[in-house]
């Protein structure tokens, strides 16, 4: 009993040494250990005088210095931030004014567009449509004179109409002249019929003027000379 109690006397000031060194590694692999936190670990052991505080000052110090080169960073960037959120307005503005000058230019086209639009448009109305067009006028007198007795008699059926032979070898285009005379519109078409007879064609004049009251147009005469020899001409209709 006596020799276990000198025993545990002489090793007892090494114990102490022992944990007073892993207390100073603990402090020195954690940095965020505090100055208050390690005194309060150095006054549960009565070897604090061996424990060198000069390390963990440098360790708070520099936790200290990091949080404030941190700080002083976030501070550069949120000063960096708001001088390049100053400058989008500028950008802006100039990109507006661009993308307005586009969109304008764009307006002028689709204008311009929808402008030559509606006057084909308008033409083929007129073309189709009215009345009054050299089409509609043709169409009423070939009508007659595909059903007169003496056409088919001539040219046998079926009667053909074309018009004027163009470049292309059509034969659609009518020739038609308008004019005014007294006041009121006139027409005069020309275009050329021919039947089953081989070899026979014939040459349609005729003549319309606009009523003033109804706004349509009547014919005036409508004949027709067959290329014979002697000339035969076949009058169809004669308002004169």
């Not at 007073?20 to 692999?29: G, P, V, Y």
């Not at 993308?99 to 402008?115: E, K, N, P, S």
């Amino acid at each position: 009993m006596v020799f276990l109690t000198a025993v545990l006397k002489s090793a007892h000031p090494r114990l102490r040494l022992a944990r007073s060194r892993l207390l100073l590694q603990a402090c020195k692999a954690q940095s965020w250990i505090s100055t208050p936190i390690l005194l309060r670990l150095a006054e549960r052991s009565p070897c604090v005088y061996q424990i060198p505080n000069v390390p963990c000052r440098g360790i708070v110090l520099d936790g200290r210095r990091r949080n404030a080169r941190d700080q002083s960073e976030k501070e550069s960037g949120q000063v960096s931030i708001s001088r390049s959120d100053r400058s989008l307005p500028g950008v802006s503005a100039t990109q507006k004014v661009k993308q307005a000058g586009r969109d304008f230019t764009y307006l002028i086209v689709v204008l311009i567009g929808l402008g030559v639009t509606g006057g084909l448009l308008y033409v083929v109305f007129q073309e189709l449509f009215s009345s009054s067009s050299p089409s509609k006028i043709y169409g009423k007198a070939f009508d007659k004179c595909k059903s007169h007795p003496e056409v088919i008699g001539a040219f046998g059926e079926p009667i053909k109409g074309y018009g004027e032979t163009t470049r292309r070898g059509r034969r659609q285009h009518v020739g038609h002249v308008e004019y005014l005379k007294d006041g009121v519109k006139h027409m005069r078409l020309k275009f050329y019929i021919a039947g089953s007879e081989p070899g026979l064609q014939g040459t349609v004049h005729a003549e319309s003027k606009e009523n003033p009251e109804t706004g349509k147009y009547e014919f005036r005469y409508i004949f027709v000379d067959i290329d014979t020899y002697p000339k035969r001409t076949i009058i169809v209709e004669d308002n004169r």
